[in-house]
């Protein structure tokens, strides 16, 4: 009977040594599951009480493999956390349509965004929470990823006559106190809260832009699709 495994899930079964598959592909697979092991480990641990010698062992690889990939703990984690945003954005790349108006972009980011900390809760503590405890380049990678945002959001600027009145950090702002939102609530592992957010959050971001009126009328609308 043939073998339903995918390659990746049979390789991971086989013992060290030679394998009869392209060497650059053993050495993805490895890289693959040990940024997952990293990912998942440092979830449930935390990232101090995570060591190399466990996301060897979880990854199935042997010591001397991880020095292979990784000169540090550190740049493992970090490598972990740009996998996960690349990830991310290639999610929002194909749900969030860019020629949608900006409040239904930003309405549609934000419900697609609670969906994959819901749906990924590892993932989401790597990059919104152990981010912020696992050193200087961790934490400028999590700040990084709070001005990626920030672009977007300052196009609602547009829709203010009255946009020169808003301070510049404005944007940076917000977003920083919505990942809170999120970060509380990851900490504690409420997942079942996230989602219900929603309506919060856009009335957050999108009252200096649009009023607290549009936006109260937007959060509904939002709320009432999720129901």
């Not at 996230?194 to 200096?208: D, G, N, R, S, Y």
Request: charged share 25%.
């Amino acid at each position: 009977m043939a073998d339903s495994r995918s390659l990746s899930e049979r390789l991971a079964k086989m013992p060290p040594g030679r394998h009869l598959v392209p060497r650059d592909f053993v050495s993805q697979n490895q890289r693959d599951r040990m940024l997952l092991a990293t990912t998942e480990l440092v979830a449930e641990r935390g990232y101090q009480k995570t060591t190399i010698e466990l996301i060897a062992k979880t990854a199935r690889v042997a010591l001397s493999t991880f020095y292979e990939h990784f000169s540090s703990k550190e740049e493992c984690f970090l490598a972990a956390f740009d996998e996960c945003i690349s990830a991310a954005a290639e999610v929002f790349g194909e749900l969030v349509e860019p020629d949608q108006p900006w409040v239904d972009q930003i309405s549609s980011g934000m419900e697609v965004f609670l969906e994959m900390v819901v749906t990924e809760p590892a993932r989401a503590r790597l990059c919104i929470v152990e981010s912020q405890a696992a050193g200087g380049a961790a934490l400028a990678r999590y700040q990084a990823m709070l001005g990626s945002v920030a672009p977007k959001l300052r196009e609602g600027r547009e829709l203010n006559p009255r946009a020169a009145r808003l301070p510049d950090g404005l944007e940076i702002a917000i977003v920083g106190g919505l990942s809170w939102l999120i970060h509380q609530r990851l900490v504690a592992d409420r997942l079942d809260d996230i989602k219900a957010l929603l309506p919060e959050m856009l009335q957050v971001t999108l009252t200096p832009y649009v009023g607290e009126v549009e936006a109260g009328r937007l959060a509904d609308a939002a709320q009432a699709r999720a129901a």
